[in-house]
């Protein structure tokens, strides 16, 4: 088991990608969301995942993550993933001690982008750069099983 | 991928159980079972496995499974899965060239035991034993993940 505790932001400006350290292209599906549980496939390059996370609202989260073949991915995504799915490139940011993580979307969510830290302990402290926006943790639409619901080109107010 | 094709009887005598050629106790549980697919966790002895089944009704079927830690499959049974859990003994029974899998359930659905048989092809014949009843194989009903939710137990009429 893995306790996730994850805070997300918009961003304030573009000045984040002075840092980025490296990039990584993601497609992504959802087989299920519902009250308990989210199930996603993910393909990462030639690597794919299954991952299982609680459903829970906020900053703490159970998450289990399998590697499975990319060819099966590629099968549940076309057959049994709710669609759109969701496409997004990755950038990782350094920013003292931390590891940013900020999601740029495309496809259906294009125009989106979202700062994530995930960090080890509830309530531990950790460093805002100035590139960060509003936080948006606890605003459901910016989880990316509901961007594959609602992708954000058919919100209807943007921040 | 694999594709599965199975058909589910009930059992109209106990004349199967002296064909038994081996037996596995088995607990499940479902972390989803919607219109596209049902995902199972499920513990035989001290191995687990992740199934994702495409929920198409009646012989044919989407399905992969992939092997997880059994301290994995616990967690996720007991925070993520719909209850009852599903608890049944898995008889092996075989009969001509066919190997049956007759399914005995415990706990929520105790007194229900169903018969199945996997194909390799849809559409091939296979021999009906003589303990073999009705077939159930497109009422929903008989599905675990249906038992899961309204399970044997809460049913008013009893086949």
Redesign the interface.
């Known amino acids: 088991?893995a306790l996730e505790v994850e805070h997300k932001f918009l961003l304030a400006n573009e000045n984040w990608r002075q840092a980025v350290e490296r990039s990584e292209i993601f497609r992504q599906g959802y087989?299920?969301s519902?009250p308990?549980?989210s199930?996603r496939v993910r393909i990462c390059e030639r690597r794919a995942w299954?991952n299982?996370k609680?459903a829970t609202v906020g900053t703490h989260r159970?998450e289990?993550e399998?590697e499975?073949p990319v060819?099966?991915a590629e099968?549940?995504m076309a057959?049994?993933c709710?669609k759109p799915l969701i496409e997004k490139t990755r950038h990782y940011v350094r920013h003292g001690n931390d590891l940013w993580e900020i999601d740029e979307f495309e496809g259906a969510n294009q125009g989106l982008i979202v700062a994530e830290i995930e960090l080890d302990e509830i309530g531990r402290a950790f460093d805002k750069p100035a590139w960060l926006g509003a936080e948006v943790t606890d605003d459901l639409r910016y989880y990316n099983n509901n961007l594959a619901l609602h992708p954000y080109s058919e919100w209807g107010e943007k921040p």
């Open positions: 088991m087989l299920s519902q308990t549980s199930i299954l299982i609680s159970l289990y399998y499975i060819t099966d099968e549940i057959h049994l709710k």
